[in-house]
T-cell receptor
Framework: KAGVTQTPRYLIKTRGQQVTLSCSPI?????VSWYQQTPGQGLQFLFE???????NKGNFPGRFSGRQFSNSRSEMNVSTLELGDSALYLC?????????????FGPGTRLTVL | AQSVSQHNHHVILSEAASLELGCNYS??????LFWYVQYPGQHLQLLLK??????LVKGIKGFEAEFIKSKFSFNLRKPSVQWSDTAEYFC???????????FGAGTRLAVHP
């Protein structure tokens, strides 16, 4: 089974721009979660989508948004980029029916904001 | 709010030394517990997990962890580390049906030959 894939792997943007990151979960997984990883704050939960609905949201400003499509693929969008948004953005997928929280992570998209 | 505390931020060991990384969490309800590892240049991989049952769980690559409910702890252990264990280790807690993990700050392990 193919793992979680994320595109693009690297991205460079300037302040004020917006960016869209994409995630394809493991086949059969309907839950997709997003995390931000930075040296200062570590791994922080952004949001989770299941069946095209946002089920849970972390403590991030409204500039961070996401969506999920009917094939479970997910995108996250960051508008009006700030320098502090530079981070590794990780996507993780989970098997829907299990309430075990076990998640499988993708390689991440490294976003650099200049 | 839930939180996860990892006691050591950096650990340096020689090969064949024993390893124990501490993890404590704050949450009074039922939790699922995880240790993830991130090797240099690679993505997060699951080392082991605890959902219920035997509090001593075994994972990949000779790692094990013990869940002590009374101490809210889930410490990671390995009797003899190898150079290839050099990585960053993250403890994480999940609860309920929503797939939200709370991660500790991570422990960077360096193993010298």
């Amino acid at each position: 089974k193919a793992g979680v894939t994320q595109t693009p792997r690297y991205l460079i943007k300037t302040r004020g721009q917006q960016v869209t990151l994409s995630c394809s979960p493991i086949s059969g997984h309907r839950s997709v979660s997003w995390y931000q990883q930075t040296p200062g704050q570590g791994l922080q939960f952004l949001f989770e989508y299941f069946s095209e609905t946002q089920r849970n949201k972390g403590n991030f400003p409204g500039r961070f948004s996401g969506r999920q499509f009917s094939n479970s693929r997910s995108e996250m969008n960051v508008s009006t980029l700030e320098l502090g948004d530079s981070a590794l953005y990780l996507c993780a997928s989970s098997h829907t029916e299990a309430r075990s929280n076990e998640q499988f992570f993708g390689p991440g998209t490294r976003l650099t904001v200049l | 709010a839930q939180s996860v505390s990892q006691h050591n931020h950096h650990v340096i060991l020689s090969e064949a030394a024993s390893l124990e990384l501490g993890c404590n969490y704050s949450y009074g309800g039922t939790v699922n517990l995880f240790w993830y590892v991130q090797y240099p240049g690679q993505h997060l991989q699951l080392l082991l997990k605890y959902f219920s049952g035997d509090p001593l769980v075994k994972g990949i690559k000779g790692f094990e962890a013990e869940f002590i409910k009374s101490k809210f702890s889930f410490n990671l252990r390995k009797p003899s580390v190898q150079w290839s264990d050099t990585a960053e280790y993250f403890c994480a807690v999940g609860s309920g049906g929503y797939n939200k993990l709370i991660f500790g700050a991570g422990t960077r392990l360096a193993v010298h030959p």
